[in-house]
């Protein structure tokens, strides 16, 4: 059995700091991100304007290596990632970087051995490293530790978590709980799963579970702005999580990462806290990224 947590504003007002007058960009978290595809240019946009508005000095976008030509006139990743947020810096090995966020919007079928190894490096790396959709099947690979170094907190949806399970050729417990510890246990990264409840587990032991969100969440691309939320916090606390005196932080984060989604998503949706599950109107998850700076205001608020 667990510690269980439910995740409250308080357990993330914490992790919600302003910056000082002493702050300058580059000490306020600087976000590595590989992400998109000649088929999801948008994953990039959305994850990298999430990044921006959760709170981070800088992002620098690394386009993947061996990219396919965009199709039907489609913008390349960078250049949707620069029409979305023009003060991005790409670049080609975003050596500021205090934490990764890879995988959003790519398809590992249409990765080339470069990108792969591109990728694999940044789990021998020091940094913090979010491991979203495409690049998930790679923990199974770097799972063993000793080849291993940068922290990691993976973020399958129902689907992908089953998919992983199928991957380590053993049966999925039937808990989510259950399930997400043994996971984390077994790849020794810290797991979140989404759904209408997300359910984090840390690699130390340790459940928190956060929701139910909104339901007005369950649109296309909401995952990939809870991805670039999550490597935000990452960036900004990157020392808190490899402080090895600190090893569930990275759970903590992923839970508050998923608290400022919910929370990003009801103030778009127009849903009050303790409002019926039908109240609030449609969103999208560009909407979602627009009100993460008023979610990160309120929580820091309502936890202080
Ligand atoms: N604008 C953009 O650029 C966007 C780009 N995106 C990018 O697209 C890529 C593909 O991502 P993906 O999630 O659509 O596909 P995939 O990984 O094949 O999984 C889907 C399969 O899993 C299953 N499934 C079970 N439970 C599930 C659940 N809770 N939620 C969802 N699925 C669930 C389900 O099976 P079913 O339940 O239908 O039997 C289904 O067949 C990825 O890189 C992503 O970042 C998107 O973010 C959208 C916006
Ligand atoms: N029914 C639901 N109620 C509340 N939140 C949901 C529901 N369904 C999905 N979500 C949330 O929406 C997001 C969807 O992420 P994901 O499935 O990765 O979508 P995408 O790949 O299209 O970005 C997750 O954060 C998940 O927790």
Do not use: N
């Not at 007058?21 to 990298?48: E, F, Q």
């Not at 400022?260 to 039908?278: C, E, F, I, K, Y």
């Amino acid at each position: 059995m667990h510690d269980h947590t439910r995740w409250t504003a308080s357990d993330a007002a914490p992790y919600l700091t302003t910056p000082t007058a002493r702050d300058h960009k580059y000490s306020r978290g600087v976000l590595g991100v590989r992400t998109g595809s000649a088929a999801y240019p948008g994953a990039a946009a959305l994850g990298v304007e999430a990044a921006w508005r959760t709170g981070v000095g800088l992002v620098q976008f690394a386009p993947q290596l061996g990219e396919a030509d965009p199709r039907f006139g489609l913008p390349t990743p960078a250049a949707a990632v620069l029409a979305a947020r023009p003060e991005t810096v790409v670049t080609r090995d975003a050596s500021r970087a205090t934490a990764w966020l890879i995988g959003s919007g790519t398809d590992p079928a249409e990765r080339d051995a470069a990108e792969t190894e591109a990728l694999t490096d940044l789990f021998t790396d020091a940094h913090p490293l979010v491991v979203d959709a495409g690049a998930l099947e790679l923990c199974l690979e770097r799972r063993d530790a000793a080849r291993r170094t940068a922290p990691v907190a993976i973020t399958p949806h129902a689907g992908e978590f089953a998919r992983l399970w199928r991957g380590l050729g053993e049966p999925q417990p039937a808990d989510d709980a259950e399930a997400a510890a043994a996971l984390a246990a077994r790849l020794d990264v810290t797991v979140l799963l989404k759904g209408s409840v997300t359910t984090v587990a840390s690699p130390v032991g340790g459940i928190i579970t956060v929701g139910p969100a909104t339901p007005w969440l369950a649109t296309a691309g909401t995952g990939d702005v809870l991805a670039g939320i999550l490597g935000a916090l990452a960036a900004r606390h990157a020392q808190v999580i490899v402080d090895r005196d600190r090893a569930g932080a990275f759970a903590e984060l992923c839970a508050t990462a998923a608290m400022l989604h919910d929370t990003a998503a009801r103030l778009a949706a127009g849903v009050g806290a303790g409002a019926a599950v039908s109240a609030g109107r449609p969103i999208v998850a560009g909407d979602v990224a627009r009100h993460v700076p008023a979610a990160v205001e309120a929580l820091a608020r309502s936890g202080g």
